[in-house]
């Protein structure tokens, strides 16, 4: 079977002698897939999309089977959010309130993605998940400025002593479509420099939309290159990303399964058919007719 057309392609490369790793992500059409199954607006789609490509960000040191995930729970209009990506480019994720309220819109932002999306109450955790038994490592850090980019940079240099910077960017039209999404990852490598890691910084700090360049057609690699031309970046590996969920009508069959006896009973009684359940991460739909409830139902007292 041919392989799915790539969503975004990921770049690695090192800079300043091989002192820093880096990857640059080409994610606009990873964002607007992911708008589309979640059917979000401009601002919503902001606000996940900026999540979504710092986790492929974050994913790129992964390996096999392991796994990382981007969960932020605050006071904001969207309530939190949680994204997920693999060591093999496969990433989803939702908004905890979706759709947000109305008085949320993009017309209050200025383009250059300046929205406190989680205010400033709230918890940033990454989990990682290794390998086949699943095991999960997860460290949290409180909320301070609210911006995703800033935020996951924080995080990395408290809970994991590596200097990082982060530069997220997605662009819209005047009619609020989605033209451009990318996203750069950089960190020091052990013996790095602190003072050209800060010059790195602060240039990453300042830099020109990626997100608009790539609305304007430019490619990631020449951009990187003229962006950080004096530190001369030596691109390793460009890979495939994906926006892919691992839902199935299995995984839904278990969360039915794993009600009290009593509510299957009701819902097998009064309905309404068919039983509806989404997906959290990719809103796909998953139908149970009564049928369907009747077997679980049975399932159910035959293991009590």
Same mark, same amino acid.
């Given at each position: 079977?041919?392989?799915?057309? !790539? !969503?975004?392609? /990921?770049?690695?490369?090192?800079?300043?002698?091989?002192?820093?790793?880096? %990857?640059?992500?080409?994610?606009?059409?990873?964002?607007?897939?992911?708008?589309?199954?979640?059917? $979000?607006?401009?601002?919503?789609?902001?606000?996940?999309?900026?999540?979504?490509? %710092?986790?492929?960000?974050?994913?790129?040191?992964?390996?096999?089977?392991?796994?990382?995930?981007?969960?932020?729970?605050?006071?904001?209009?969207?309530?939190?959010? %949680?994204?997920? !990506?693999?060591?093999?480019?496969?990433?989803?994720?939702?908004?905890?309130?979706?759709?947000?309220?109305?008085?949320?819109?993009?017309?209050?932002?200025?383009?250059?993605?300046?929205? +406190?999306?989680? @205010?400033?109450?709230?918890?940033?955790?990454?989990?990682?998940?290794?390998?086949? +038994?699943?095991?999960?490592?997860?460290?949290?850090?409180?909320? @301070?400025?609210?911006?995703?980019?800033?935020? %996951?940079?924080?995080?990395?240099?408290?809970?994991? @002593?590596?200097?990082?910077?982060?530069?997220?960017?997605?662009?819209?039209?005047?009619?609020?479509?989605?033209?451009?999404?990318?996203?750069?990852?950089?960190?020091?490598?052990?013996?790095?420099?602190?003072?050209?890691?800060?010059?790195?910084?602060?240039?990453?700090?300042?830099?020109?939309? /990626?997100?608009?360049?790539?609305?304007?057609?430019?490619?990631?690699?020449?951009? /990187? +290159?003229?962006?950080?031309?004096?530190?001369?970046?030596?691109?390793?590996?460009?890979?495939?990303?994906?926006?892919?969920?691992?839902?199935?009508?299995?995984?839904?069959?278990? /969360?039915?399964?794993?009600?009290?006896?009593?509510?299957?009973?009701?819902?097998?009684?009064?309905?309404?058919?068919?039983?509806?359940?989404?997906?959290?991460?990719?809103?796909?739909?998953? $139908?149970?007719?009564?049928?369907?409830?009747?077997?679980?139902?049975?399932?159910?007292? !035959?293991?009590?």
């Amino acid at each position: 079977m041919e392989a799915p057309a !790539a !969503a975004g392609n /990921l770049l690695s490369f090192l800079l300043a002698d091989k002192s820093v790793r880096g %990857v640059i992500l080409h994610g606009t059409k990873l964002v607007e897939e992911m708008r589309h199954c979640h059917e $979000l607006d401009s601002l919503e789609t902001l606000l996940l999309g900026q999540a979504l490509q %710092v986790t492929v960000l974050m994913a790129s040191t992964l390996k096999g089977q392991d796994e990382i995930g981007l969960r932020i729970d605050c006071a904001g209009p969207i309530k939190g959010l %949680v994204t997920e !990506a693999t060591a093999s480019g496969e990433v989803r994720g939702y908004l905890q309130r979706n759709p947000m309220p109305p008085a949320a819109s993009l017309a209050a932002l200025d383009n250059t993605n300046n929205f +406190n999306s989680c @205010q400033r109450d709230g918890l940033l955790t990454v989990s990682r998940i290794a390998g086949h +038994n699943k095991q999960a490592f997860r460290g949290s850090i409180t909320l @301070q400025s609210g911006h995703i980019a800033s935020e %996951v940079a924080r995080y990395y240099l408290l809970s994991e @002593q590596i200097p990082t910077a982060i530069h997220l960017s997605l662009r819209f039209d005047s009619q609020e479509r989605l033209t451009g999404a990318g996203g750069l990852l950089l960190q020091a490598l052990p013996g790095a420099s602190a003072t050209i890691f800060a010059q790195i910084e602060q240039m990453t700090n300042n830099l020109p939309s /990626l997100g608009q360049a790539l609305a304007e057609g430019q490619q990631v690699e020449p951009w /990187l +290159n003229r962006q950080f031309a004096h530190f001369q970046p030596a691109v390793l590996a460009k890979r495939p990303v994906h926006f892919r969920c691992r839902c199935s009508d299995q995984q839904m069959h278990f /969360l039915l399964y794993q009600l009290p006896l009593a509510n299957l009973d009701e819902m097998q009684a009064n309905g309404p058919f068919p039983i509806e359940v989404n997906c959290h991460y990719c809103n796909k739909k998953y $139908l149970f007719t009564q049928a369907d409830l009747a077997k679980i139902s049975r399932e159910k007292q !035959a293991s009590c």
